[in-house]
Each structure stands twice: as structure tokens, then as C-alpha cells.
């Protein structure tokens, strides 16, 4: 079975109480069992987790090619900052695709560029919750296309 793991960066366990007129009332709790459910339908199994700090974000990305297949990403105000997420994205070897709740490219200047939108395989912004569930469809179908990965603890015949 596909797995995919699911990261949520900053702030997002606020979700449901914060700034309500961009995000809505939706909380991380609902989107995550719109989450599941999703992925009961697609037929995938999904580990989700939520860090407001980026080095851990860096090292979960970073070790996710052991266990996942593909990663599902809201990196939320790391989005427009973060070198290292988007290096450690492009560095893991695995599809990803970020999300986002609000549009952000209508919103504060600061937030019309992603940073780590070009790791990515594709991006959805602005559907609130459909973004998520959009983003994860669009990521089981590209990734199902994939050559399966090849195993990097292997050991290489030598010619
Ligand atoms: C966000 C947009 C970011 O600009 C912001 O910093 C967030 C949430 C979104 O989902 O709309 O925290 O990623």
C-alpha cells in the first residue's frame, strides 16, 4: 500500500481560532479525518504530523524516503522563507505537493512567492480544506505512475 506522509509547518494547530476570516473555522482535527477518509477511498495509508520548527520539518523530509512513498506538505509561513525545507523537498528523492488553505497569491506581497513551490511536483492554494484534499488526490495519481524507488540500502554489485 501507498503511504504518504503529511506535514502541516506552523501555526496550523491554531486552526479553527486563528485569523478565522482567512483560514475559516475549519480546525486541524476536521481536516485530518477528511484526511483519512480520503485515503480509505484512494486506498493509501497516511502518517500526519504537525511542527512548528523548521529543523524538524528538515529531518522528517529528510528521513521520509525510508518509510513514505510520496509527501503531502503545508509548510505554511516556511513556505515564503525556507531554504531548507525546500532543499531538503528536492533533496529526498520523493514527489511532493504543497497545499495551501488560503490563495496566497492574493494575498500580503511577502506571501506570493514559494520557496519551496519549485521542490514541489504541483501546488493548490485557496480551496480552504479541498486544498488538502485536491492536493492528495493529484499526488496518489502522480505518484502511482512512478517507477517504483529503488532501494538505497542495497548493495551495489560492482561490474
Ligand atoms: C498558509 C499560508 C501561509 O502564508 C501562512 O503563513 C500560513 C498558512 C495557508 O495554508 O494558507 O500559515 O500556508
Do not use: W
Not at 509527501?71 to 531548507?84: F, R, W
Not at 492536493?135 to 512512478?146: H, N, T
Amino acid at each position: 500500500m501507498m503511504k504518504i506522509l503529511v506535514i502541516h509547518g506552523p501555526n496550523l494547530q491554531l486552526l479553527g481560532e486563528r485569523e478565522v476570516s482567512v483560514y475559516g473555522k475549519v480546525t486541524l482535527k476536521q481536516i485530518n479525518a477528511a484526511l483519512e477518509k480520503e485515503a480509505k477511498t484512494l486506498g493509501v495509508a497516511l502518517a500526519i504530523e504537525q511542527s512548528n520548527h523548521e529543523g524538524a520539518i528538515v529531518d522528517r523530509v529528510g528521513n521520509a524516503r525510508e518509510s513514505f512513498d510520496a509527501i503531502l506538505i503545508n509548510p505554511a509561513a516556511y513556505t515564503h522563507t525556507s531554504v531548507a525545507i525546500r532543499d531538503a523537498l528536492a533533496a529526498c528523492g520523493l514527489p511532493a505537493v504543497e497545499v495551501h488553505l488560503s490563495h496566497i497569491y492574493r494575498r500580503e506581497d511577502f506571501r506570493q512567492h514559494s520557496m519551496t513551490a519549485p521542490a514541489c511536483v504541483a501546488q493548490v492554494t485557496g480551496f480552504g480544506k479541498d486544498s488538502y484534499l485536491l492536493g492528495l488526490r493529484g499526488l496518489v495519481a502522480y505518484a502511482s505512475q512512478m517507477k517504483p524507488k529503488k532501494k538505497t540500502s542495497a548493495v551495489r554489485k560492482r561490474k
